[in-house]
Nanobody
């Protein structure tokens, strides 16, 4: 019954910023971690960032220094702040959650489109 719903995508010019949100609905036993992935047309899914239960963060090399992940546990929400956007960041962005502390992403949202124009 767990669902993840992303929002905040849109069309921006290169150099601009967006903040994505991901709300978890339902009652999982726990939410050990949340993550963001993305997939561009014709490309494989790419890891973007994750955040653990204690706040530890990891980033993919392509976004390090430009993106920041955070979470609000009281609201069951994760965020992805994206700065200095490039056309190469154009993709559908998906959020995911680990709900049983096994470091596997158990649930996925349907995605939100981010398009960066040059």
């Amino acid at each position: 019954q767990v669902q993840l719903v992303e929002s905040g995508g849109g069309l921006v010019q290169a150099g601009g910023s967006l903040r994505l949100s991901c709300v978890l609905y339902g009652r999982p036993f726990n939410v050990a971690g949340m993550a963001w992935f993305r997939q561009a047309p014709g490309k494989e899914r790419e890891f973007v960032a994750d955040i653990g239960w204690a706040g530890s963060e990891n980033y993919g090399d392509s976004v390090k220094g430009r993106f920041a992940i955070s979470r609000d546990n009281a609201k069951n929400t994760a965020y992805l702040q994206m700065n200095s956007l490039k056309p190469g960041d154009t993709a559908v962005y998906y959020c995911a959650a680990d709900t049983n502390s096994d470091s596997v992403w158990d649930f996925w949202g349907l995605g939100t489109q981010v398009t960066v124009s040059s």
